[in-house]
């Protein structure tokens, strides 16, 4: 035991004991990562790292976003949505008419090609949770379900990111989770 103290506290066994700590550090950091991105299956359908942004004190809407993958040989349908610290869950997009990014909502839900993938993502398709009977925080994990035409309901845990999550991205609006004045007149529409 001892030879072996006595070579890792050498000049150069110093620099292998640093490079075995950072190796452990970076194995760490890695393990982390993978527990704070987290999925859920139903079916043929994987919901990759379903979150949402946090909001601003007073705010009642806030938006939900995920990557839904289809590794099924059929097409599938996002039709509905619950949220325990919402009122309601509605299927939106986002496009630019003009020089305005609208918002609307989907009543017939989201198709989600065979072999496919859909991102909810900022300024695109998304969840929205309207009616929110508390402020959503960073750093908690809030529930939900997803439905689907063909897979079915599945319980999700929406990991709660920043207020700008998201924010900065070509594609981003901004508005989901901000506070209502931040909306147009109707709540749907914003400059761009």
Known sequence: MTNKLSRLLRPSGIEETIGLLALALAVFLAIAAAASAHSVKVGTLELKHPWARATPEGAKVAGGFTTIVNTGTEPD????GTATFAGRVEIHEMAMEGDVMRMRPLPEGIEIPAGGEVAL????????????KAGLKEGERVKGTLTFEKAGTVDVEFAVEA????????DDHGGHGAAPAEHGKDGHDHAG
């Not at 993502?121 to 929110?132: A, Q, R, T, V």
Request: cysteine-free; aromatic content about 8%; glycine content about 12%.
């Open 121 to 132: 993502k900022p300024g695109s398709f998304h969840l929205m949770f309207l009616d929110l």
């Open 77 to 80: 349908r996002l039709v509905s």
């Open 163 to 170: 207020v700008a999550a998201g924010a900065g991205k070509k």
